[in-house]
C-alpha cells in the first residue's frame, strides 16, 4: 500500500492538511494511508485546532465506515502522529533572550553575544512566544534550526520518532512513500519550519542510505491573504501583511540555493488577489476559513506521486481568470470535479435528508416509516430495526458530513465575485446548524454553468435516488443496515 505523510507547518500548513484529508476521505489519493503530523509553536491555534478536529472525525468515520471496498467513501485509512510543538522543550523560557541564556552567551561568548544582538532587535529577543514566531521567519528559524533528529528523547520528541521510524519500516518492507510537506513562506512558522524541517528530514534519510527511495515534495504558500494590526495586543512585534513580499523573496532565495538535492518537487501555490481576514495573535481565535489555494496544495500530493525522485523541480499551475475559478482550471479537472461533487452531494443528502429521516423513522416506528420509504426496506430489518447499533456510526457520519460542508461552502465562497465551484451559501449556517433553502435537486448544488433539461433535473432528485435505493441492482453486495445505507447512496449519487 502507498504510505504518503503530510507535514502541515503552521496554521496555513494546517489548513492545506485539512484540505488533504477531506480529500483523501473521497479517495483522490487512491489506496493509501495518509500520516498526519502538524507542527505549530502555537498549540492553541484555531487553524491547527480545527485540523484536528477533522482529522479525529475522519479517523472516526473511516473506523465506522471502511468495510466496503466497493465505494471510494472512506476506502483508506490515517494515521495520526500528533502536533509538534518546536518551543516543547523550552517552555519555561518563553523569549529568545530565555532560550538562549542571553547574559551567559555575553559573558562566555562575547562575540557571539554580539551577533545576537546584530540579527534580532530587543523587541524581537523579548517577544513573547506562546502564540507562536509573529510572522518573523528569522525568529522560526533560528528555534526550528535547533532541531535534531537523532536526539529528540521528550515527549515531543517521541512524535518524531515514531513518524521517522514507521517511513523506515515502509521502505524496508518495499511500499512506496511520499512525504508532502505543507506551508506559507509568507509568515513565521512556515517560512522557517519548511526549509529547515526538509534539510533536516533529507540528511537523516542521506545518512541512512533511504533518501533516493521516496518522495519529498512540498506545497509552498505564497501570500494569499492579508490582515489589519490585530487588536488584541500591545505588542509590537507581531505578523504585518507589509513584510509579507519580503518574506517570500527571501524563503524563495533561500529554496533556490539550497533546496536542490532536499525536495524531489516543489509547488508554488499563491492567489493575486488577497483575502482579508481578521487578525489575531494567534491562539484558538485565529482560525481563518478555507481557501481554495490550500485545495490546490493539497491537490499537488496526487501529481508528486507522477513525477521523478532525485530531480529537484518547480511546478505552477494558472487559473482562465484571475476573477473566478472554473472547474476546469484545476489539475485533472474532470477526476477532481467527479470526487469533489459526489462528496458535496452525498454530505448534503446525508446531512439534510436521510439522517433526519432516519430520526424520524425510530420516531414514528420502522414499519410505519417503510410505508413511505421503500429504500429502508432494503438496509433495515422492519421488527428490529436495532437502532442501538447504528447510533455511534450515525453519529460519526453526521460530525463528518457537517464538517466537510463547512470546508466546501468556505472553499466555494473565498472570492469577492461570489460562489466558484460550488453553490452552498443557501445553506446557511451549517455550523450553527441553522441550513434553509436546501434543495431536492443536488444537481444544483454545483456550479458548473451546465444547463440540464428538466429529465436531468429530474434525475438528479433525491426521490430519483431514493427509487434506485430499493432497486437491489443499482446496490453494492454489502453491507446492509447504516452503513450499507451510506455507501450506497455515495456509490449512486
Partial sequence: MRKIYVIGIGGSGAKCVEASIFLHCLGVYGEAQLGVFLVDADSSNGNSQRTQINLNNSIECYENFKQVRESDFMSAGFKNYGVWNPLADVVHETNLQDIFNKPALNVNSPALGKLFDALYSPQEQQAKLDVGFRGRPPIGSIIMSRTNLDDLKDIQGALWQKLLTDIETDKGNGEEVIIHLFGSVFGGTGASGIPTLAT???????????????????????????????????????????????????ALQYLTENANGVFDTVYLVGNEAKENYRSFTGGAQQQNNAHFVE????????????????????????????????????????????????????????LFNFSLELDSAKQIGARKFATGAPWFLRFFDLKNPNWESHARAKEVLDKWTRGFLIWAQQISGSFDQGEQLFRLKSLGNIQANQQNNYREDLSELINDGLIQSTAERRNDCLDNFKNQLTDQKMQLSQPTGLVGLAHNIFYII
Avoid at 205 to 231: T, W
Wanted: aromatic share 14%.
Fill in 295 to 350: 485545495l490546490y496544495a493539497a491537490m499537488a500530493i496526487k501529481n508528486g506521486l507522477e513525477q521523478p525522485i532525485g530531480q529537484t523541480q518547480v511546478a505552477y499551475i494558472s487559473r482562465t481568470n484571475k476573477d473566478g475559478l472554473d472547474w476546469e482550471d484545476l489539475p485533472e479537472s474532470q477526476y477532481i470535479k467527479s470526487k469533489l461533487a459526489k462528496g458535496v452531494r452525498f454530505a448534503c443528502a446525508w
Fill in 200 to 250: 533536516l528530514l533529507s540528511n537523516y534519510f542521506q545518512d541512512k542510505g533511504l533518501r533516493s527511495g521516496f518522495h519529498l515534495n512540498a506545497s509552498v504558500l505564497l501570500p494569499y491573504f492579508g490582515f489589519e494590526k490585530p487588536q488584541d495586543t500591545e505588542q509590537t512585534i507581531f505578523a504585518e501583511t507589509k513584510f509579507f513580499a519580503l518574506n517570500t523573496q527571501a
